[in-house]
């Protein structure tokens, strides 16, 4: 059974820093990743790794302050989350697929796996 459980989440202030972690149970996907989604938004694309050559993608709006990273002894994919604005306020979910590719990276229809959520909030 594949489970992907994530955790680090919290309440911090403008400007600060928080990683979260997403431990996956199996190691049959080819790209992970983390979406999120605010109250009454669509759920979006904040950044992704594919495991063939480690390349990364970040939303425009994360670019530069978030970093995706993954430590495969652990099987375990991490976000770490610098400079957080308010904006950023939102559930983060941990995805993952089998069958992504680069064109598909960003689409969250296409990633099979979920994790149950973790809170991130922001204060100003």
């Known amino acids: 059974q594949v489970q992907l459980v994530e955790s680090g989440g919290g309440l911090v202030q403008a400007g600060g820093s928080l990683r979260l972690s997403c431990a996956a149970s199996?190691?049959?996907?080819?790209?992970m990743g983390w979406f999120r989604q605010a109250p009454g938004k669509e759920r979006e694309f904040v950044a992704a790794?594919?495991?063939?050559?480690?390349?990364?993608y970040y939303a425009d709006s994360v670019k530069g302050r978030f970093t995706i990273s993954r430590d495969s002894a652990k099987n375990t994919m991490y976000l770490q989350m610098n400079s957080l604005k308010p904006e950023d306020t939102a559930v983060y979910y941990c995805?993952?697929?089998?069958?992504?590719?680069?064109?598909?990276?960003?689409?969250?229809?296409?990633?099979?796996?979920w994790g149950q959520g973790t809170q991130v909030t922001v204060s100003s």
């Open positions: 995805a993952a697929g089998s069958t992504i590719t680069i064109a598909t990276i960003r689409v969250h229809a296409r990633y099979n796996y």
């Open positions: 199996v190691r049959t996907f080819n790209t």
């Open positions: 790794r594919r495991y063939s050559d480690s390349s990364t």
